[in-house]
């Protein structure tokens, strides 16, 4: 009897493991795509270390790290940037320059301006200088401000503005460089009062970053239709994942304000929704679970 007992939970186990295989991870998400532009340096700091390069670097790192978003590569935001630069310009053809503040391939845009970068240090009397380095007892103070703001891509929108601050302190006996400049070395700025303090402001943010993207509806776009499939624009590498679902959008369109040129976005109407069946690394096919005629450059949205 106590056989057949054994026999029966491990059936019923193996029943329970079987109807999991193939259902979609409750708490998986799509990754939102987000590009960081340079900040700008708006304190009084004027070392030759390039503040806003900086901190453009370690707020991606920051965004990677949480492995919540697709964080665009630099060299394609510059390349971006320069293209809308030379529309803005005027010296393309009407109708083909890319618009100001629409990345393409970034939902969301992260800007950022430093207030306050700034290392106060005392009991240096003590020390020893030569040629620019110090030895000697010294107590550093550090405190860094920045402002950061998230943008929509498809509409230009300030979705929030965020202020943070970071403070650190260091002191006893070390060596160290005191001419104010890193030389655009990254890793040797970490280790300073300024560079703690500067993480502590990037991390705050990156934490409130994540915090309101979680209201904003993952985007994507359809890049080949069937009349039973389509293919759309983001795969394993965004978050993707066989079962997930999504609506599907037809935009309308473009809302131009008159005053400013600035696309305010576009009406859109709900035609139907899919669901994922193929996953590959950068694009994935989902079946057409209602609606019809869906067509390239359809949108689709999470829940």
């Known amino acids: 009897m106590k056989?057949?007992?054994?026999v029966c939970s491990l059936i019923a186990v193996l029943l329970a493991a079987w109807c999991l295989v193939g259902l979609p991870d409750a708490t998986a998400a799509p990754r939102k795509t987000i590009a960081v532009s340079e900040f700008d340096n708006k304190s009084s700091w004027?070392?030759?270390w390039r503040i806003g390069w900086g901190m453009q670097e370690m707020m991606c790192t920051a965004l990677v790290d949480t492995g919540k978003f697709t964080v665009l590569e630099r060299q394609d935001?510059?390349?971006?940037?320069?293209?809308?630069d030379l529309g803005a310009s005027g010296r393309t053809g009407k109708g083909s320059a890319a618009a100001i503040g629409k990345l393409g391939k970034a939902q969301i845009l992260i800007s950022g301006a430093v207030t306050e970068f700034e290392e106060k240090k005392g009991g240096e009397g003590a020390g020893i200088g030569f040629k620019g380095f110090r030895i000697g007892g010294s107590h550093e103070q550090a405190h860094v401000a920045i402002n950061v703001r998230i943008y929509d891509t498809s509409s230009g929108e300030v979705l929030d503005s965020i202020?943070?601050?970071?403070?650190?302190?260091?002191?006893?006996?070390?060596?160290?460089y005191s001419n104010a400049d890193f030389g655009g070395d990254l890793g040797g700025f970490r280790k300073t009062p300024l560079g703690k303090a500067t993480q502590e402001a990037i991390d705050e943010s990156v934490q409130k970053i994540a915090s309101r993207l979680k209201s904003v509806p993952w985007q994507g776009k359809i890049i080949k239709a069937t009349p039973s499939k389509v293919y759309?624009?983001?795969?394993?590498?965004?978050?993707?994942?066989?079962?997930?679902?999504?609506?599907?959008?037809?935009?309308?369109?473009?809302?131009?304000?008159?005053d400013t040129g600035m696309t305010l976005g576009a009406e859109t109407e709900k035609i139907g929704r899919i669901k994922v069946s193929s996953v590959k690394e950068k694009f994935s096919i989902a079946k057409i679970v209602s609606g019809a005629d869906m067509q390239r450059g359809d949108l689709i949205k999470s829940e």
């Open 3 to 6: 056989e057949v007992v054994n």
């Open 46 to 48: 004027r070392g030759q």
């Open 77 to 84: 935001l510059d390349a971006i940037m320069a293209e809308q």
């Open 163 to 176: 202020r943070v601050e970071g403070t650190a302190d260091a002191g006893g006996l070390k060596l160290g």
């Open 232 to 258: 759309i624009n983001a795969g394993s590498k965004g978050g993707i994942d066989d079962g997930m679902e999504f609506d599907v959008y037809r935009p309308g369109e473009s809302l131009v304000d008159p």
